[in-house]
């Protein structure tokens, strides 16, 4: 059995059957995420529907310039949802800088309040931004809220301070890339006890569906990776992934 901790249902072309060929491919449990208002409760309406779903709700770094007090305010209200696990995705892109910076920056720090306020976990989405983003952490004691580095976007001495501090490090199929080096060296150096497994479906298709829609049954080629990697049975990258997923998310 394997866990999708992070994909976007709500933008999947065919999600009824995107959610069998999960199902057919082992992916029993899928966290579906929400990136502004209207996703976020989108991912609820689909964790509603389907018992094998969760979601989470926020406010996304490129969406942060569109959101007002109204929105956070609706958005509290969706979080304390029983089918919504964490908030999220959250953080801030630098990289591409869709949103003003201070903007992001802000957006950032109230949601992370959200998060303490709630006791919920954060997912968190970190493009060029590392030492910012970690700074906004200690500062709001962000630390506390734990979570996962989605897409982790850092290197193995970068791993080691976040799961220091009790975050869970998430990879995608940019793993299964011939040129993702330093991510493999992190999955190398990562104990497994703290990494979970994502699609971020519908982007980031693993090797060898690259060019198609990704989709939460491709996830099987990244536990494959990690467990190749790693050098353990895929068993084990599966056992261990979906144990730590439940952790954190508190899974039934
Ligand atoms: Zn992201
Ligand atoms: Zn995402």
């Known amino acids: 059995m394997l866990i999708d901790t992070h994909c976007h249902l709500d933008m999947l072309k065919d999600l009824k059957g995107a959610l069998q060929r999960a199902k057919e491919n082992q992916v029993n449990f899928i966290v579906t995420i929400g990136i502004d208002l209207k996703t976020s409760r989108k991912a609820v ?25 109204e929105v956070y305010k ?10 919504v696990v964490a908030i999220g995705e959250i953080g801030l892109d630098f990289y591409r800088n869709l949103s003003p910076r201070e903007i992001q920056i802000n957006a950032f720090k109230r949601q992370i309040k959200l998060a303490q306020k709630l006791g919920k976990p954060i997912v968190i989405h970190c493009r060029e931004a590392i030492s910012e983003t970690w700074q906004i952490l200690v500062e709001t004691e962000g630390l506390s809220c734990k979570g996962v580095w989605h897409c ?8 080691e301070k976040c799961i220091k501090a009790g975050f869970y490090i998430s990879i995608p199929g940019i793993v299964t890339f011939p040129k993702s080096t330093k991510l493999k060296q992190v999955v190398k150096k990562t104990p497994l006890e703290s990494l979970l497994l994502e ?15 990704n ?16 050098e353990v049975s895929l ?7 979906t144990e730590n997923a439940k952790k ?4 039934g």
């Open 45 to 69: 309406e689909i964790a509603e529907t389907y018992n094998f779903v969760w979601a989470t709700v926020g406010v996304h770094p490129h969406e942060a310039k569109t959101s007002t007090d």
């Open 74 to 83: 609706e958005l509290e209200i969706l979080a304390s949802h029983p089918k």
């Open 152 to 159: 982790f976007p850092g290197d193995v001495s970068f791993a």
């Open 199 to 213: 699609t971020d479906a519908p982007f980031l298709a693993p090797v060898p569906m690259r060019g198609k829609q």
């Open 215 to 230: 989709e939460p049954a491709f996830l099987h080629y990244t536990a494959q990776k990690v467990a190749d990697i790693k």
């Open 235 to 241: 068993k084990q990258v599966a056992l261990k992934t």
């Open 248 to 251: 954190l998310f508190n899974l």
